[in-house]
């Protein structure tokens, strides 16, 4: 057995569980090692990391020998660097993203070699060490809050929750992962759905036992959740997200220092939300002056194939409500466009809307 965790919620009755802790590891006979025990101590290294009973940080030790690491010279020295950082992975955001090129020195069919943005990677990893945050511990009644990006080859999460002002925000957990090869071809919608569900199940711990605000681009709960037609794949999803409490919020709605710092990461300089699915972003400046219609727009540009139909439906109250599906016939850009129509006027019937204006390539098709 290599590592014992004895903890109590209140220290009152800490003595009993030790004693209760003594008598199990003397009844199967185990032996502890004095030198790696420790007792009452209100901040302590555990399991290579420095913990108290308000927050967890890395410990320094392990923080500089990556620091003085050079840079990796043979397949194994590669191997060694990434070990060590995905012991700390939780520390670190977009993680995935950042060392992506020194990821592809791996690859079975087609090694690379240590180049440029190689040792940019690795002197960036190493910069962001300079300063690693401090992670806290979530506290009940408190929502959390998850911050969840995507990119064409990778998505990034941070697990955070307000502090007691309820005004500054405190990171809890990052993540990151590389979609797949069959991932990486879902349209932006299904790929924030495959993100939310595997940081829900990396994050269950957590999320199980608190509402979680979630925050995003785009709203994956209302894509998985109500849409009139389901995949096998988005029918799993609907059924794994049952257990939890999640709430999705625009980014307006919540605002504090933990997305400023994902958002950070994440920073691109031809991002834009919509752009995702339609690529004619002046539809998006006319002006409604009918207060009580709702807005729909379409397209066919919903992937790089061609093969995608896409709608948005836009709420007097600006809210936004994406529509996308992968056409499994094929067919003209002008029936693409038709089938994005009807997809997006059967949602609109779904909701319950009587006025609505309608706009297809820029011009208004229906009023």
């Avoid at 257990?243 to 710092?261: F, L, P």
Wanted: glycine share 4%.
């Amino acid at each position: 057995m290599d590592d014992m965790i004895s903890k109590s919620r209140e220290g009152e009755n800490h003595v009993q569980i030790l004693k209760k802790l003594f008598e199990r590891l003397q009844k199967y006979r185990l032996r502890l090692n004095p030198a790696k025990c420790s007792l009452g101590v209100k901040s302590e290294k555990l399991l290579g990391f420095v913990v108290s009973d308000k927050w967890i940080e890395m410990d320094p030790d392990k923080v500089r020998a990556i620091r003085s690491m050079p840079a990796p010279k043979t397949e194994n020295d590669v191997r060694g660097f990434l070990e060590r950082l995905n012991y700390i992975a939780r520390f670190i955001s977009q993680l995935t993203r950042t060392c992506d090129p020194i990821f592809h020195l791996l690859r079975k069919k087609n090694p690379g070699i240590w180049n440029e943005e190689c040792e940019e990677a690795f002197e960036k990893i190493k910069q962001y060490l300079l300063n690693p945050p401090v992670l806290v511990p979530p506290v009940s009644e408190r929502p959390l809050i998850l911050y969840l990006t995507v990119t064409e080859t990778s998505m990034g999460c941070v697990l955070g929750q307000h502090d007691e002002t309820r005004r500054k925000e405190r990171a809890i957990y990052y993540l990151s992962k590389k979609f797949t090869e069959c991932e990486a071809r879902y349209t932006v919608i299904e790929k924030l759905c495959c993100a939310l569900i595997w940081a829900t199940k990396r994050l269950r711990q957590y999320i199980l036992y608190h509402t979680t605000w979630l925050i995003s681009k785009l709203d994956p709960l209302r894509y998985i959740c109500e849409k009139p037609y389901l995949l096998s794949r988005i029918a799993r999803w609907q059924v794994l997200l049952v257990e939890y409490d999640i709430i999705y919020m625009t980014m307006k709605a919540v605002k504090g220092s933990a997305i400023a710092d994902h958002l950070a990461d994440n920073a691109m300089e031809d991002y834009d939300l919509l752009n995702f699915d339609f690529p004619d972003e002046d539809v998006f400046s006319v002006e409604k002056k009918k207060l009580d219609w709702w807005t729909m727009y379409f397209d066919d540009a919903v992937n790089v194939c061609g093969n995608g139909a896409g709608a948005v439906i836009i709420s007097p109250d600006k809210k936004q409500y994406p529509i996308s599906v992968k056409l499994q016939f094929k067919c003209t850009n002008n029936t693409v466009e038709y089938e994005a129509c009807i997809l997006g006027l059967e949602d609109a019937l779904e909701l319950n809307i009587r006025k609505i204006d309608v706009y297809g390539d820029s011009m208004l098709i229906i009023c």
